[in-house]
């Protein structure tokens, strides 16, 4: 019998993903509106909506533009602002024994990021950013000045890694509490933010469909780099969703195609976050036990309904050797995965 993979909401490409297929800009009742903004989760977002008229979709993107913001806000592990306790927030104070209160939304990402973690054997590990820290500051410093680039060097790998225990994360889900308990150990939380944050705003969305079909506003996509979720249905037609070629350098080209997409879609994969060092590309994504980015796939897409279980299971399988992985993407309920290999070949789950 499959089993479930955890959902997001805990009480009850990176890779990118173009949707297509969308038919004439004139559809039905509905006119197709899209809007771009680069302000959250450093990604491109891109939000389509089917809606009557430009002020329809100006408010129902407003909404989403708001929630995302704010979740970014909260989920950001670089920055901390004013009277919000957020995942910097956390890091800051690793190791000084202080138990914060926080947004009970972030305690219960930090929560779900605890699950996952078992589930998958440790393949996604949110409370490994000692490490991760290590490869983006010299992604970073590579990208700005190629003749300084570098990898990190294992030795301070290593060390670094001494510091990545999940039990040293501990959350009070009743009382919003959470505590690092190791000085030395840092949350990142990329495997899972713009999947949780986008799932976040589509249910919300999704909980005020009479009000929104009210005033005029359709089926709606979310795309946030390699995040896709489907709100509602395309007027007269389906969704398709198209995965992005891994050798196409502007995106342009894609790979497969999902016909009658319904809820999430979201990709991981290594040719977009990367740097080159003597001749070797060093994508964003990093084993937890080789702690270097591995060269398995160029891309890996997960189908399910949640886009944060999704934007989880999608680092998990890039992670997983490709027999791993196929046993256990099809072990899972709801849940299908296609991987694009290095040679381009696909492999993708049965029920793709």
């Keep these: 019998m499959k ?23 004139n559809d039905g009742a509905k006119t197709k509106f899209s809007d771009q903004y680069y302000d959250v989760f450093d990604t491109v977002v891109t939000v389509t909506a089917y809606c009557k008229d430009r002020k329809s979709f100006d408010a129902v993107n407003a909404v989403i533009h708001r929630e995302l913001s704010s979740r970014h806000e909260l989920f950001d592990i670089y920055n901390e602002y004013e009277g919000l306790n957020n995942a910097a927030t956390l890091n800051r104070l690793a190791g000084t024994g202080a138990l914060t209160e926080v947004e009970p939304e972030l305690a219960e990402l930090i929560a779900y990021t605890k699950t996952v973690y078992e589930q998958t054997g440790g393949k996604v590990n949110a409370a490994m950013g000692a490490v991760l820290k290590l490869w983006h500051e010299a992604r970073t410093l590579s990208l700005d000045d190629p003749s300084k680039a570098y990898i990190p060097s294992m030795d301070d790998l290593k060390e670094a890694a001494k510091h990545c225990g999940m039990d040293d ?58 995040n896709v979720r489907m709100i509602g249905s395309k007027p007269e037609g389906t969704w398709t969703v198209a995965i992005q070629d891994p050798d196409s350098p502007d995106g342009s080209a894609y790979i497969a195609v999902i016909e009658n997409a319904s809820g999430s879609v979201v990709t991981s994969g290594a040719y977009q976050r990367y740097y080159e060092y003597n001749g070797r590309k060093y994508h964003h994504i990093i084993d ?48 299908e995965a296609l991987w694009v290999l290095p040679d381009r070949t696909i492999v993708k789950t049965a029920g793709w």
């Design 288 to 335: 937890g036990e080789t702690l270097m980015p591995e060269g398995r796939y160029l891309s890996v897409s997960v189908q399910t309904a949640d886009s944060g279980c999704a934007d989880a299971l999608s680092t998990a399988l890039f992670n997983m050797d490709p027999e791993e992985g196929m046993a256990f993407a099809e072990g899972l309920e709801g849940v």
């Design 169 to 226: 994360v501990y959350v009070d889900l009743q009382n919003s509490r959470v505590r690092l308990d190791d000085p030395e150990m840092s949350l990142d939380l990329g495997a899972f933010a713009k999947g949780w944050a986008v799932e976040k705003v589509a249910q919300l969305i999704e909980s005020q469909a009479g009000d929104w079909a009210a005033k005029g506003v359709g089926g709606i996509i979310i795309s946030a780099g390699g």
């Design 3 to 25: 089993k479930k993979f955890i959902k997001t909401i805990i009480v009850i490409i990176a890779a990118a993903v173009v949707f297509s297929g969308c038919g004439s800009i």
